[in-house]
């Protein structure tokens, strides 16, 4: 009996593709699931497996695992090679399924604007594997540094470019500022982590340009207060190993990475469909292809169109499609008409650093504490599983109060380049100081160091006071 049930094959288990089968749980349908990875991924939380708050089981739940308990849905790990809407056939690496409706929800990876020979020397952030190689070049880069005895290479090594000043860009810098200043310290005898430059670029005039000016503004100085070097107008023309050019500016830089861009999956192109300049595909109203109905586009791979806005690709929206395209499944099931996609916005968010964030809210706008506490409610709330969600909290709690980061873990086999090795005799073994910079950086250097344990102060304090009054 259940192979005459409807054949639903999703493709993606990102939000869009796993909202959908979810939604569908019940109906008189069989689904079939495939991704190239087994796992779901909570992608908003990628820069911190990429600066070691937490570790990339936190963030991602297996799909099997999620689905286990939905008895019309089964999981598939393959890769897609090809899409036959005529035939209504997909093709795999190594099988072939046909359907009755499919749903592409296959997302969004890298764009380097045409410059794809920048990959290797500025790695994105989109999967489990480009995090753990973010922070495997961001640690490896200290550990280089407290190594190297050349006073030009090391400042090399300790500084960072990030390109592109969207939220990832914003957290990544935020990140990775706080924890050269605040946790790095303690842990290297021949280098002073508070002299390491974070250098963020961004071609358009304001950072977080989908936020209103005020709000930009707000998450600009914070990111200054933490000491990151933000640069707009900066159009980044060329990036090669160790130097990044903003026209004929050369910035010496230890490390890249890239947070400017994306484009939409190459299985998009194969629908048949007109697409956006980013390779998205148009679809109708109804998140169907236009002229095949039992075909649906959701996720980042949809270009879809909303009071003259396009409907921006985040997680909010993606998971609204997902659960979009199963109502009209089964209305077509039940021999409902099908309804429009309405994207309810739910507001933006942006976290810079410890109790420092910006957020839009319908007409809300909230930075610095009361902002940083919304941002950390919606994430461990969107999470999939108590499991993760519960861990996060415990972590997050912990580097709160104690500033540490816990997962600073390199991995695989890690490649030490050095201008000139500093010996093991004891020579120029000095933490680098007032000798090797200049006063300011001395100076800023003691600032960053006294403001961080007034702050520890603070904390240990409002601690006290709580646990006295729940005594």
Known sequence: MSARLPHVVILGGGFAGLACARALRGAPVRITLVDRSNHHLFQPLLYQVATAALSPADIAMPIRSI???????????GEVKKIDVARREVELRDGSLSYDYLVVATGATHAYFGHDEWAPHAPGLKTIDDAVEIRR?????????????????????????IV?????????????????????????????????????????????????????????????????????????????????????????????????????????????APLDRAGRVLVDPDLSLPGHPEVFVAGD????????????????????????????????????????????????????????????????????????????????????GFRNRLLVMVQWAWAYLTYQRGIRLITGQPVMTLQEARPANGENTEPDGPGEHTLDDAIESRGWQ?????????????????LALRV
């Open 137 to 161: 070049r961001f640690l490896l880069a200290f550990e280089a540094a407290e190594r190297e005895a050349d006073p030009e290479a090391r400042r090399r090594l300790l500084t960072f470019a």
């Open 301 to 384: 791979l949809a270009s879809v169109m909303q009071d003259g806005k396009p409907v921006p690709g985040v997680a909010p929206a993606a998971l609204q499609m997902g659960r979009h395209v199963a109502q009209n499944i089964r209305a077509d099931l039940g021999g409902r008409p099908r309804d429009q996609f309405r994207y309810l916005d739910k507001g933006n968010l942006a976290t810079i650093g410890r109790a420092a964030a910006v957020a839009e809210i319908t007409k809300l706008r909230l930075s610095g504490l009361p902002a940083w506490l919304v941002w950390v409610f919606v994430h461990i709330l969107y999470l999939v």
């Open 67 to 77: 689905l286990r308990r939905q008895q019309n849905a089964e999981v598939w790990m």
């Open 164 to 272: 592109g000043a969207g939220p990832t860009g914003v957290e990544l810098a935020g990140a990775m500022a706080e924890i050269a200043r605040e946790v790095m310290p303690r842990d290297f005898r021949s280098i002073d982590t508070t002299t390491t430059r974070i250098i963020l670029l961004e071609g358009g005039p304001r950072v977080l340009p989908a936020y209103t000016p005020s709000l930009s503004e707000k998450a600009r100085r914070q990111l200054e207060n933490l000491g990151v070097e933000v640069r707009t107008g900066a159009q980044v023309t060329k990036i090669e190993k160790g130097t990044v050019w903003i026209g004929s500016e050369a910035i010496a830089a230890g490390n890249v990475f890239w947070a400017a861009g994306v484009a939409a999956s190459p299985l998009g192109a194969q629908l048949g």
């Open 450 to 466: 006294l403001l961080g344990k007034l702050q520890r102060r603070r904390k240990v304090r409002g601690l006290r006071k709580m």
